[in-house]
């Protein structure tokens, strides 16, 4: 799987949006870029994916640069909950191993 | 729909003691990867399986750590003569066996916390 680059942490205020960045410059025209999360004592939780097309969910948006080398997580409101470490990942045609960096550390403050 | 279970949450062992952890995929899920978070630091894979198969077990300790799937029960990774060094979080995740590779969502259990005195 390829390397992504993400920023080491990034703080908001409760209630603002967040705008997580990944740097993926090597993926290949295979990679999805998948996002997880990893809240304090808890196992890592799955956020949102996508291959080329901008992908909304209950839980953030995922903005994919035209030529799919960065990708931004949003987080619209940005709540206590949302504390966590957050993991952009790319995998290819496998099934098998996530394979995950140091992620941002997002910090919401009140 | 009960998610992924592990078990115990907390395990303690003396060093030379073996460590065996539990985990339950998700219904209906035939694939376990597990993972290890050594203090301070990220995630690392460990090994991936299917029912009675170890598709890849790359990163796998050579010695001392086996993993198994059996067709009835659950996933089991088995430490032999722990030492400090392998205290750690130890995370199970299962998947679905069909779909697009791409779309893969690996579903995550809360994890065991191993202590080696």
């Known amino acids: 799987d390829a390397k992504t680059t993400q920023p080491n942490s990034m703080e908001s205020n409760e209630e603002e949006p967040v705008h997580l960045p990944c740097n993926h410059s090597t993926i290949s025209g295979t990679d999805y870029i998948h996002w997880y999360r990893q809240l304090p004592s808890q196992g890592p939780e799955y956020v949102i994916h996508g291959l080329t097309s901008n992908v909304n969910n209950r839980m953030a948006s995922l903005a994919i640069a035209e030529d799919r080398k960065s990708s931004t997580l949003i987080l619209h409101r940005a709540t206590l909950r949302d504390a966590a470490v957050y993991y952009c990942?790319?995998?290819?045609?496998?099934?098998?191993?996530?394979?995950f960096g140091a992620g941002t550390q997002v910090v919401v403050t009140p | 729909n009960a998610g992924v279970m592990q078990n115990p949450r907390h395990l303690v062992r003396r060093r030379g003691q073996e460590a065996r952890l539990r985990c339950s995929p998700m219904k209906g899920h035939s694939h376990v990867y597990w993972y290890r978070q050594l203090p301070e630091e990220g995630l690392k894979f460990m090994v991936y399986l299917q029912k009675e198969n170890i598709i890849d077990e790359s990163g796998m300790p050579k010695e001392r750590f086996s993993a198994e799937f059996p067709k009835e029960g659950p996933s089991i990774l088995r430490i032999q003569q722990v030492v400090r060094g392998d205290s750690a979080a130890y995370f199970c995740?299962?998947?679905?066996?069909?779909?697009?590779?791409?779309?893969?969502?690996?579903?995550f259990g809360p994890g065991t916390r191993l202590t080696v005195l």
């Open positions: 990942i790319l995998r290819d045609s496998s099934w098998g191993k996530l394979q």
């Open positions: 995740a299962s998947s679905q066996g069909y779909g697009s590779r791409g779309n893969n969502e690996q579903f």
